[in-house]
């Protein structure tokens, strides 16, 4: 999996090199947008490996 840290400096210095402004909202966003995309990666590798849905048919009762 990936680190999130270090995606988060990655980002952050690449906004640096590109000689944007890193205020508090800036780190906030940043944040915030990778942790929203690991947890949609985790979701989606959750549902792609469980096992396929069986529905089965309820028996009438008695």
Same mark, same amino acid.
């Given at each position: ?11 952050? /210095?690449?906004?640096? *090199? /590109?000689?944007?402004? *890193?205020? #508090?909202?800036? *780190?906030?966003?940043? #944040? ?5 995309? *690991? ?11 469980? $096992? $396929?849905? /069986? ?6 009762? #008695?």
């Amino acid at each position: 999996m990936l680190d999130r840290e270090k995606l988060e400096m990655t980002v952050l /210095q690449m906004a640096r *090199l /590109q000689g944007e402004k *890193l205020d #508090r909202h800036t *780190l906030y966003t940043t #944040r915030n947008e990778i942790r929203n995309a *690991l947890a949609a990666k985790e979701r989606y590798r959750r549902t792609m490996e469980a $096992p $396929p849905y /069986q529905w089965k048919k309820q028996r009438p009762p #008695r």
